[in-house]
């Protein structure tokens, strides 16, 4: 069926999507369901069967459910929805979590295709900008709470030249670290995400993966890809050369070997 969904129903794929990643399994059970949505089982019957009549998901009364390609496809594209706004929220915005998280929840299935591949592109704008000044922590933020001029951007770009030519002359001191040297277990802060690649630095942007988020490496493949990773939540898989164009600092110290 080419039935659009309600936003109910979207949250339930989204909700279900979370539960079996989360597990690490292949189906979510009715009873969890009920609980993240806090909603009463005879309503988690109703949506299940809805969204079975629409063939997208695989369900039997009083068992487990099972996501089809279908419907992981489209659990993922809200879920995508969703991180988009809630990413834009707090890093460009500069709205806390929760107020992020809420205001995501309503917006992500009501906008246009077009506007939200835009808001998409501006992040990976925003992300990689070399002023940083269209970032919440950046210029944005100061221009909105303190009448920031023009002016703070050229001033900035001066200091970030100098920086960079202290660098090169092997001032900086700061050891270079990529996401694809993290060993399992370990810990760190994202410090930028690489530019220029396109759509593979728009899907790691959409995941969530941007400035100053915490990411745990979870598992590595024997020969280097994928590389599982744990990001606010949610388990991802990275290939190697994703990885490899995304900075990252210790968060408790350990070294590059």
């Not at 591949?117 to 950046?138: I, K, M, Q, T, V």
């Not at 030249?161 to 202290?166: K, P, T």
């Not at 220029?196 to 790691?204: E, L």
Request: aromatic letters at 6%.
């Amino acid at each position: 069926m080419s039935e659009a969904l309600s936003a109910s129903l979207e949250d339930y794929l989204e909700e279900i999507l979370w539960l079996v990643e989360q597990d690490d399994a292949a189906h979510a059970h009715v009873k969890d369901i009920a609980k993240r949505l806090s909603v009463k089982m005879p309503s988690v019957t109703g949506a299940l069967r809805a969204l079975a009549e629409r063939k997208l998901v695989n369900y039997q009364p009083y068992g487990t459910v099972r996501l089809t390609k279908r419907g992981r496809k489209a659990a993922e594209n809200v879920r995508r929805r969703h991180r988009i706004f809630s990413t834009f929220f707090v890093e460009v915005l500069g709205v806390d979590a929760k107020t992020a998280e809420e205001t995501a929840c309503r917006m992500e299935h009501v906008v246009d295709d077009t506007v939200l591949e835009r808001l998409s592109a501006y992040l990976e704008f925003a992300e990689n900008c070399p002023l940083g000044a269209c970032r919440w922590d950046g210029g944005f933020g100061r221009f909105f709470e303190h009448g920031g001029k023009a002016r703070d951007c050229t001033s900035r770009l001066k200091k970030l030249l100098s920086d960079f030519q202290g660098a090169k002359k092997g001032e900086s001191g700061v050891k270079h670290l990529t996401l694809d040297d993290v060993k399992p277990g370990q810990k760190v802060k994202i410090v930028s995400v690489r530019a220029g690649q396109g759509p593979t630095n728009r899907r790691i942007v959409d995941m969530g993966v941007t400035r100053g988020t915490i990411v745990e490496v979870e598992r590595v493949a024997p020969l280097g890809d994928p590389i599982e990773v744990k990001v606010k939540d949610y388990h991802l898989s990275l290939r190697k050369e994703e990885a490899r164009g995304i900075s990252v600092e210790p968060e408790s110290g350990f070294q590059k070997e």
